[in-house]
């Protein structure tokens, strides 16, 4: 209405790539997690101290409140972190929490390494129904 717009819902597939050689870090992996909350469908916060709160569709107002239920979304898609480099420690955790797949030495997997990361988006593909 306002010409600025809303996303459309909640993503079902990201994938960040990263062509460096070195190894991935606990910060790279945080701003990943929080691209995927910026996707993420929310609505503006009418006053100040007011919640953004996701988009739930079975609500009646569509509108519901603050939610941790982004982490049951995000199990549902396929995200992953592709790197030409590795990973350091403490990227695994935080990554596995969020359902972030990491993919490091990719040039080194070619071309069977992403069968991984593949299955998992086939996966998500024909899992599209239940969303």
């Given at each position: 209405?306002?010409?600025?717009?809303?996303?459309?819902?909640?993503?079902?597939?990201a994938?960040?790539?990263?062509?460096?050689?070195?190894?991935?870090?606990?910060?790279?992996?945080?701003?990943?997690?929080?691209?995927?909350?910026?996707?993420?469908?929310?609505?503006?916060?009418?006053?100040?101290?007011?919640?953004?709160?996701?988009?739930?569709?079975?609500?009646?107002?569509?509108?519901?409140?603050?939610?941790?239920?982004?982490?049951?979304?995000?199990?549902?898609?396929?995200?992953?972190?592709?790197r030409?480099?590795?990973?350091?420690?403490?990227?695994?955790?935080l990554?596995?929490?969020?359902?972030?797949?990491?993919?490091?030495?990719?040039?080194?997997?070619?071309?069977?390494?992403?069968?991984?990361?593949?299955?998992?988006?086939?996966?998500?593909?024909?899992?599209?129904?239940?969303?």
């Amino acid at each position: 209405m306002n010409g600025g717009g809303y996303p459309r819902g909640l993503p079902i597939v990201a994938i960040e790539c990263k062509d460096k050689t070195n190894n991935g870090n606990l910060d790279e992996t945080r701003q990943t997690v929080a691209r995927l909350y910026d996707l993420a469908l929310v609505t503006i916060p009418t006053t100040i101290g007011m919640p953004c709160r996701i988009f739930e569709d079975n609500t009646l107002t569509f509108w519901g409140r603050r939610s941790s239920r982004y982490l049951s979304f995000f199990k549902k898609g396929t995200f992953g972190i592709v790197r030409a480099g590795g990973f350091q420690s403490g990227t695994e955790a935080l990554a596995d929490h969020y359902s972030i797949k990491r993919l490091g030495k990719a040039y080194d997997l070619l071309p069977n390494g992403l069968s991984k990361l593949e299955r998992s988006f086939r996966q998500t593909l024909n899992a599209m129904n239940n969303f």
